[in-house]
């Protein structure tokens, strides 16, 4: 349910904001409240609470965000906390968000190394990533395992490239069993 009203009112603003020619606007707008929410978790907590009604919500939604984001955007919301949706507030502005991305084709990778990367391999990582994928942008996010020994693990979406070094001794240890089963079977 909650990704069906996350893909529903998502979509909607996608095709408000290209239809009125502000997709850009209206990309930075949900940027920005997304931001707000993060930074005061007790909005949430208000907007949730069961003693409190819907008309109170939408006063509290009006009076934080009217003047600071389009109308459409305070429309928006007003909307996901009249149906009881606010639960699922940032999930909406979510998939809106990553609608944008798809289609302006701006990736997100996830890079995944055993020591921390310098600048100039950062650099590295994302060029030869534009030059193997259809993104003509990637918004990069870089972690440091020490457990992959070496190598990288990089996840665009659902993909995920394992060149780590703890791969390929878990694949050269599978490998090396299955040769001994098969040598043991050998001689029985």
């Known amino acids: 349910m909650a990704k069906l009203v996350s893909k529903t009112y998502g ?3 996608f095709e408000v904001a290209l239809e009125s020619g502000k997709l850009d606007v209206y990309w930075e707008e949900v940027k920005a409240v997304r931001a707000a929410m993060v930074e005061n978790p007790e909005l949430f907590k208000l907007m949730s609470h069961p003693k409190i009604v819907k008309e109170e919500k ?9 003047g600071k984001v389009s109308g459409e ?4 919301l ?3 906390v009249d149906k009881d949706h606010f639960e699922e507030a940032d ?7 990553s609608r ?4 302006k084709n701006i990736g997100t990778a996830y ?3 055993a020591l921390e990367l310098s ?15 259809k993104y003509v942008k990637f918004e990069m996010h870089y972690a440091v395992d020490p457990a992959l020994i070496g190598g990288m693990v990089i996840r665009i979406g659902d993909r995920v490239v394992d060149s780590s070094v703890r791969t390929k001794l878990c694949d050269l240890t599978r490998e090396l069993s299955k040769i001994q089963l098969k040598a043991g079977e050998c001689a029985s």
């Not at 939408?58 to 009217?66: H, K, L, Q, V, Y």
């Not at 955007?73 to 928006?76: A, C, H, R, Y």
């Not at 944008?100 to 289609?103: A, G, L, R």
């Not at 391999?121 to 030059?131: D, S, T, Y």
């Open 11 to 13: 979509d909607a603003l």
């Open 58 to 66: 939408t006063g509290i939604i009006e009076s934080i965000f009217a």
């Open 73 to 76: 955007l305070v429309g928006l």
């Open 78 to 80: 007003r909307m996901i």
């Open 91 to 97: 999930s909406v502005l979510a998939h809106f968000d």
């Open 100 to 103: 944008v991305k798809e289609y």
């Open 111 to 113: 890079v995944t190394t």
């Open 119 to 133: 600048g100039a391999q950062c650099a590295a990582v994302e060029k030869r990533l534009l030059e193997t994928t």
